[in-house]
Structures are given as C-alpha cells and as structure tokens.
T-cell receptor, first 115, second 112 residues
Framework: EPEVTQTPSHQVTQMGQEVILRCVPI?????FYWYRQILGQKVEFLVS????????KSEIFDDQFSVERPDGSNFTLKIRSTKLEDSAMYFC?????????????FGPGTRLTVL | QKEVEQDPGPLSVPEGAIVSLNCTYS??????FMWYRQYSRKGPELLMY????GNKEDGRFTAQVDKSSKYISLFIRDSQPSDSATYLC????????????FGKGTRLHILP
C-alpha cells in the first residue's frame, strides 16, 4: 500500500539554525500539507500546497517557514531560524483532491527538537 | 471557547468492552466530521468520516454526529488490545479550502 514517508525521523538543532524537513507524498496525489503537533497538544494545520504554490496557510506559518516541491517527488518544509517553541512533531500529508472528503494520508512525522 | 474539545484521557477499559469516545465543538459551520487513530510514533490514520448528523458503521466502529448538540462520538465494539492508541476527532467546513481542525486526542488503553 502506498504511503507518505518523511525524513529524518528525528532532527535535533540549535536555536537559530535552519532546518529542512523532507516528505515524499503518495505518487498520484496532488495536494500536500504540513501539520505540527507540540507535545501534549493537538495537531495543528500549517500549510497546504497545490500546483507549486501555497493554497492556504495558518497564522503559525509565518515568514520563518517556507515550503517547496523541488522535484517531482519531494515536498519540503524549511524553518529559517528555529526557535525553542518550534520543537514539535511535524507531519506531512497528501491527498488526491482538496475537498473535505478527500482522505489526507499522513506520514509518520519528524520529531524536531530545538535546543 | 475552543473550537473542538476532547477529553485527553487516558481511558482504560477491559478487552471486549464497548468504548465511547466523544468530542464537542462550537463552530456550527463544521459539516464533515472525522476520526483519526494515532499509534505511538506514527502519523494520524483516518478511521471514518461522516457528513452532517447521523450514524455511520464500519465493522466494529460506529461514528455518530449530533449537530443540534454539537457533539460527535466514536463507539468501538468488542475492543481489542490492538485498538490501544490515541483517537483524534477532527472536523471541517463545507468549503473545499476549509482546513481540518483537530481535537487534542483521547489516549485509549485496552487491557487484556
């Protein structure tokens, strides 16, 4: 069964450093998403991406964040200058369509620890 | 008032029992209601979704939505130890651009 993959599984970085989290969505999917889950908190939407551009973003997704689809398979989330409060699980998801009934398939997540 | 409220648990029940998981919400614009299951160190996995009020059954799982009370439930019959996970309710509006709003999740332990 096709699945969303994410690398690395755990990333440790120093405050102020740049990190890039990588995702390989399911191959025939067209819509891509990033979510984050701070420990003990709920899963929060960050951004959705379609046709090589951001279609929606939350208030969390400020200028420190960017997303990119550098080639036909990868989807990346970059945090330019990490802060302590960026420590969280980051989940990538993908779906065939963008409707509410289009199932979003989640990856296993990347645990980001900012020291 | 938070948009989606969910008791974080943990909820421990013996194997074979019926489990009831619930969420309340405040935004009457929500039309689609979902339940995700999340195992430790894994991403959320969609279990079921329903549209508007009513019941939906899939095997041992039944999802129930009461829009008048802004209350949704997930029932698990004949619970198994493999059902032990965190269950997240989630919901979104009618528009295609509406983002999914998640509850905090309820940790469920099925005791063998």
């Amino acid at each position: 069964e096709p699945e969303v993959t994410q690398t690395p599984s755990h990333q440790v970085t120093q405050m102020g450093q740049e990190v890039i989290l990588r995702c390989v969505p399911i191959s025939n999917h067209l819509y891509f998403y990033w979510y984050r889950q701070i420990l003990g908190q709920k899963v929060e939407f960050l951004v959705s991406f379609y046709n090589n551009e951001i279609s929606e973003k939350s208030e969390i997704f400020d200028d420190q964040f960017s997303v990119e689809r550098p080639d036909g398979s990868n989807f990346t989330l970059k945090i330019r200058s990490t802060k302590l409060e960026d420590s969280a699980m980051y989940f990538c998801a993908s779906s065939e369509g963008s409707g509410s009934t289009d199932t979003q398939y989640f990856g296993p997540g990347t645990r980001l620890t900012v020291l | 008032q938070k948009e989606v409220e969910q008791d974080p648990g943990p909820l421990s029940v013996p194997e074979g029992a019926i489990v009831s998981l619930n969420c309340t919400y405040s935004n009457s614009a929500f039309q689609y209601f979902m339940w995700y299951r999340q195992y430790s160190r894994k991403g959320p996995e969609l279990l079921m979704y329903t549209y508007s009020s009513g019941n939906k059954e899939d095997g041992r799982f039944t999802a129930q939505v009461d829009k008048s009370s802004k209350y949704i439930s997930l029932f698990i019959r004949d619970s198994q130890p493999s059902d032990s996970a965190t269950y997240l309710c989630a919901m979104s509006g009618w528009n295609r651009d509406d983002k999914i709003i998640f509850g905090k999740g309820t940790r469920l332990h099925i005791l063998p």
